[in-house]
């Protein structure tokens, strides 16, 4: 009995060291991205990432919920184009607008989130020549709350599995 609550004391302060070491060392700020190069011209690539009813056709975040409920709002392809979502626990709900656009170049995303969590997050698609093909580059900001911070070695890892599939279905849509 004396060494369960050994092993049960000494997994306590682990986990309080980690959670005072993840709130201190842990930046506030959150900068994730992915990159994959495309063997297609950018504009080709364009074509599925540089509106909002586009980028849904492969995006990896909406496919856990197969009756999610889309609407879309603006004008596809230019500043305002948005969608919001509503679906189940593993997709939650939001809106995305895009808030700046390059064709063929770069597109920037204002995303909002409402459940499961409240927040906000900037998403660029960045689209640079590399050989014969075109080097897409996804990236997502957003600042940490606390308890953020505390899964953000979680998050890492889920949000690489995610980025990856992702980008590997735009590289089978705009290889095609």
């Known amino acids: ?97 895009v808030t700046a656009s390059v064709p063929n170049e770069k597109s920037t995303s204002k995303l909002h989130f409402i459940k499961p969590f409240e927040g906000d997050a900037t998403a660029n698609f960045i689209l640079t020549p590399e050989g014969n093909g075109t080097k897409v580059t996804w990236t997502m900001d957003n600042e940490l709350n606390t308890m953020m911070k505390l899964m953000k070695p979680m998050m890492d890892s889920q949000m690489g599995k995610t980025f990856d599939q992702g980008l590997a279905d735009l590289k089978k849509l705009a290889e095609q």
């Open 1 to 97: 009995m004396k060494t369960i609550l050994k092993i049960l004391g000494i997994i306590i302060v682990l986990v309080i060291l980690y959670a005072v070491y993840a709130m201190l060392a842990f930046s506030k700020d959150y900068h994730f991205e992915r990159s994959v190069v495309i063997n297609a011209p950018k504009e080709k690539v364009w074509e599925h990432v540089g509106s909002t009813k586009a980028f849904n056709t492969w995006n990896p975040f909406i496919k856990p919920d197969k009756n999610i409920v889309i609407t879309y709002s603006g004008t596809s392809g230019e500043v305002g184009d948005s969608y919001s979502w509503k679906g189940n626990e593993d997709v939650g709900e939001g809106e995305q607008t």
